[in-house]
T-cell receptor
Framework: GDSVTQMEGPVTLSEEAFLTINCTYT??????LFWYVQYPGEGLQLLLK?????DKGSNKGFEATYRKETTSFHLEKGSVQVSDSAVYFC???????????FGSGTQLTVLP | NAGVTQTPKFRVLKTGQSMTLLCAQD?????MYWYRQDPGMGLRLIHY???????AKGEVPDGYNVSRLKKQNFLLGLESAAPSQTSVYFC??????????????FGPGTRLTVL
C-alpha cells in the first residue's frame, strides 16, 4: 500500500537558518504530493502541493519539488522565522484519489 | 465562510461512556473524513464518506461508527469509549473535482481523553 516516510524530529534551528525536511514515498502510479502545516492548537493547513513529476510547489517561502526518480518531496526554506515553528506533515493522494496518506510529522522549532 | 467546524473542542469521558463528535462544513464538499492524531504516528483515517448517505472504513475503524445524513455534516460516534481512544480527532472535507487535486480542508480538532 501507499506510505510516506518523513524525517524524524524534532528539528531546532536559529532564525534565518536554512531548512530541509526530508520526505520519501511509496505509491503505485502517479500520486499527488502535499505538505501540510499544523500550528500549535490548530488543525492542518495546506502549505503547498505538486501533482506531477518535476512540479515545484511553493508558498510563504517554502518549496518542494516532486522527484519521481527518487520518490521524494523534500521541503525547503532558505531563511526560517520564529513564526514558522509548527509541525509539518508530508502526504500523498494515491490511486484511490479519495484518501490522504500522511507521514508521522516533523516538529520544527525556530529560536530567535 | 466558517470552513470546517468541530464540536466539541475538548471532552473527557470515562471508560464505557458514549459520545458523538460533530463535524460541519459549508464549502459544499462531497467528501468528508475523520482522522485521529496520535504522537509520532501522524494522522490515521478512521472513516470517510464520498457523499450524503454513504460511509466507508479507513485504516483504523474499530470502535467507531459514523453517519452522513446531511451533506454538510459528518458525525463520529464512540459507543463504548476505551482509554486507547484518547486522541485528537480531526475532521476534513474535500471536493472530488480534478481541479481540487484532492486538497483536504481540516477542522480545528477535538481533544478527547478517556479515563
Amino acid at each position: 500500500g501507499d506510505s510516506v516516510t518523513q524525517m524524524e524530529g524534532p528539528v531546532t534551528l536559529s532564525e534565518e537558518a536554512f531548512l530541509t525536511i526530508n520526505c520519501t514515498y511509496t505509491a503505485t502510479g502517479y500520486p499527488s504530493l502535499f505538505w501540510y502545516v499544523q500550528y500549535p492548537g490548530e488543525g492542518l493547513q495546506l502549505l503547498l502541493k505538486a501533482t506531477k513529476a518535476d512540479d515545484k510547489g511553493s508558498n510563504k517561502g517554502f518549496e518542494a519539488t516532486y522527484r519521481k526518480e527518487t520518490t521524494s518531496f523534500h521541503l525547503e526554506k532558505g531563511s526560517v522565522q520564529v513564526s514558522d515553528s509548527a509541525v509539518y506533515f508530508c502526504a500523498l493522494s494515491g490511486r484511490s484519489a479519495r484518501q490522504l496518506t500522511f507521514g508521522s510529522g516533523t516538529q520544527l522549532t525556530v529560536l530567535p | 465562510n466558517a470552513g470546517v467546524t468541530q464540536t466539541p473542542k475538548f471532552r473527557v469521558l470515562k471508560t464505557g461512556q458514549s459520545m458523538t463528535l460533530l463535524c460541519a462544513q459549508d464549502m459544499n464538499h462531497e467528501y468528508m473524513y475523520w482522522y485521529r492524531q496520535d504522537p509520532g504516528m501522524g494522522l490515521r483515517l478512521i472513516h470517510y464518506s464520498v457523499g450524503e448517505g454513504t460511509t466507508a472504513k479507513g485504516e483504523v475503524p474499530d470502535g467507531y461508527n459514523v453517519s452522513r445524513l446531511k451533506k454538510q455534516n459528518f458525525l463520529l460516534g464512540l459507543e463504548s469509549a476505551a482509554p486507547s481512544q484518547t486522541s485528537v480527532y480531526f475532521c476534513a472535507s474535500s471536493s472530488p473535482t480534478v481541479a481540487a487535486n484532492n486538497e483536504q480542508f481540516f477542522g480545528p480538532g477535538t481533544r478527547l481523553t478517556v479515563l
